[in-house]
């Protein structure tokens, strides 16, 4: 069992930058892999990004790349998303998400996902 509780969110300008945490209890999350979602208003929930147990490997959603990097600290057990230049179409509530996935492929996938967070809002003004 792994419980995940966000935390880092809030109200941001345009331009600026916000650092996510995701701290996890249980014995499992260094070997899970990590992913972050977000859900906007009326949307489906996307993937954002993600990061092997190790840290080794990494993805992205095509349109953070170079604005966000995800990170995790297994000594800790914490994954954190750092997020810059911030625009006002990131305005979600962004969701973290740990499972077994091993295949890059499957990072995407919400289904893949054994545990969740309950989110934590973040809100970019124009």
């Known amino acids: 069992q792994v419980q995940l509780v966000e935390s880092g969110g809030g109200l941001v300008q345009a331009g600026g930058s916000l650092r996510l945490s995701c701290a996890a209890s249980g014995r499992t999350f260094s070997s899970s892999t990590m992913g972050w979602f977000r859900q906007a208003p009326g949307k489906e929930r996307e993937f954002v990004a993600a990061?092997?147990?190790?840290?080794?490997?990494?993805g992205y959603l095509d349109s953070v790349k170079g604005r966000f990097t995800i990170s995790r600290d297994n000594a800790k057990n914490t994954v954190y998303l750092q997020m810059n230049s911030l625009k006002p179409e990131d305005t979600a509530v962004y969701y973290c998400?740990?499972?077994?996935?091993?295949?890059?492929?499957?990072?995407?996938?919400?289904?893949?996902?054994?545990?969740w967070g309950q989110g934590t809002q973040v809100t970019v003004s124009s």
């Open positions: 990061i092997s147990w190790s840290g080794g490997n990494t």
């Open positions: 998400a740990a499972g077994p996935l091993s295949l890059p492929r499957l990072w995407p996938r919400t289904y893949e996902y054994d545990y």
